[in-house]
């Protein structure tokens, strides 16, 4: 009879730890479904280059993720080794590290953010149907789509 109340607990057990994992399955998909639901937005030069002075944010801002984490360390090593009481040579090296990290992120955090932005408009140029955003659309009319009026848009044929 312990036996058999045993293996029970322990299915209870198995089944609930399957049901949550199952629920965090779904979860997972279902925030990553609204997330490629929701339209992208372009990234502000001036908001990321203002980001970029705290080092890494700028890039983390226009989602260069691997760039502002190692800006990130890059500035926290140089910080942590130049205040660590060391004048020597190794001291200056660390502040030349934390220095030279935080410039480029203030330089770099701005186009970091036109990079961003190119690759959207890359990738709405290359979406089939959306003739609005299309360089063949402003080619074939000369002026940009979106600001025209619907009855004068031409669909492409």
């Known amino acids: 009879m312990r ?3 045993a293996i029970a607990a322990l299915a209870t057990c198995m089944c609930a730890t399957a049901s949550r994992v199952d629920a965090q399955r779904t979860n ?4 990553d479904s609204a997330r490629a639901a929701a339209p992208k937005k372009e990234k502000d030069p001036t908001s990321a280059t203002l980001l970029g002075f705290l080092p890494g944010v700028g890039h983390l801002y226009a989602e260069e993720l691997n760039r502002g984490w190692l800006i990130i360390l890059l500035y926290g090593v140089g910080a942590g080794i130049s205040m660590n009481g060391r004048t020597d040579t190794v001291g200056k090296v660390g502040g030349a590290l934390a220095i030279g990290g935080f410039l480029f992120s203030v330089i770099d955090a701005g186009k970091a953010a ?5 690759r959207l408009a890359k990738e709405r140029a290359s979406v089939p149907g959306d003739t609005l955003r299309s360089p063949a659309a402003f080619a074939r009319t000369g002026r940009d789509v979106r600001r025209m009026l619907p009855d004068e848009l031409v669909p492409d044929r």
Do not use: G, K, P
Request: hydrophobic share 50%.
């Open 28 to 31: 997972v998909s279902a925030l």
């Open 3 to 5: 036996r058999i109340l």
């Open 114 to 118: 036109r990079r961003y932005n190119a």
